[in-house]
C-alpha cells in the first residue's frame, strides 16, 4: 500500500484464535461492538463479502469497501474492489476526500491476511473465551508490535463473556 492514512486492523479474537462461526460472531460482547463503532466511524472500512455478509447492510457514517472475486457483486451503498491493490486505493481516495486519518480493516480472516504485513496497529478484543468456530485470524509476530493500550471487561449485562481491549502498534517492519 503506498502512502496515505495508515491501515488500522480491528478484530474481536477468542483466546483460540476463533474471530465467526457460520458468518455470525460467536459471541455478544455489546461493549465491543459500541467500540467497533467508535474506532471505525468517519473511516474508511475495508471488509471481505463474506463479512459483508454477515453484516448485510452499509453502516452508517462509514464509507464502506468490500472485496471480493465475485464480478457479478454489486449491493448499493458501498464500493466494490476486486484486488487488494484496487481496494486500498478506494479506501486511500474516501480518506482523502472526508479527512480520516485512518483506514479501518474489518475482517474476515482473508482481508487479515493481506492488511497484517501493512497494519501500523492492531486494535484488538481479546475474548476470553474458546467458541468453536470455522474462521481464525490469522497468526502475526507479536515482537512486530509494541503494547499502546489495555483495559479489561468483566462479563456483564450484554457482555456474555470477560474481555480485554488491547491496541498495539507496529515496531517494526516484516
Do not use: Q
Not at 154 to 163: I, L, N, Q, R, S
Amino acid at each position: 500500500m503506498s502512502a496515505g492514512p495508515p491501515l488500522v486492523a480491528v478484530a474481536a479474537i477468542a483466546e483460540n484464535g476463533v474471530i465467526g462461526r457460520d458468518n455470525d460472531l460467536p459471541w455478544r460482547l455489546r461493549t465491543d461492538l459500541r467500540r467497533f463503532r467508535a474506532i471505525t466511524m468517519g473511516k474508511p472500512l475495508l471488509v471481505g463479502r463474506r463479512n459483508w455478509d454477515s453484516i448485510g447492510r452499509p453502516l452508517p457514517g462509514r464509507d464502506m469497501i468490500v472485496l471480493t472475486r465475485r464480478a457479478d457483486f454489486a449491493p448499493e451503498g458501498v464500493s466494490v474492489a476486486h484486488d487488494w491493490e484496487g481496494a486500498c486505493a478506494m479506501a486511500r481516495e474516501s480518506a482523502a476526500r472526508s479527512g480520516a486519518e485512518e483506514i479501518v480493516v474489518g475482517g474476515g480472516a482473508d482481508i487479515y491476511r493481506l492488511a497484517l504485513p501493512l497494519v501500523a496497529r492492531l486494535r484488538l478484543t481479546i475474548v476470553h473465551a474458546e467458541p468453536s468456530g470455522d474462521v481464525h485470524f490469522p497468526p502475526y509476530d507479536p515482537a512486530l508490535f509494541r503494547e499502546a493500550f489495555r483495559e479489561s471487561h468483566p462479563a456483564g449485562p450484554g457482555d456474555e463473556h470477560p474481555f480485554t481491549f488491547l491496541d498495539l502498534e507496529r515496531i517494526a517492519s516484516g
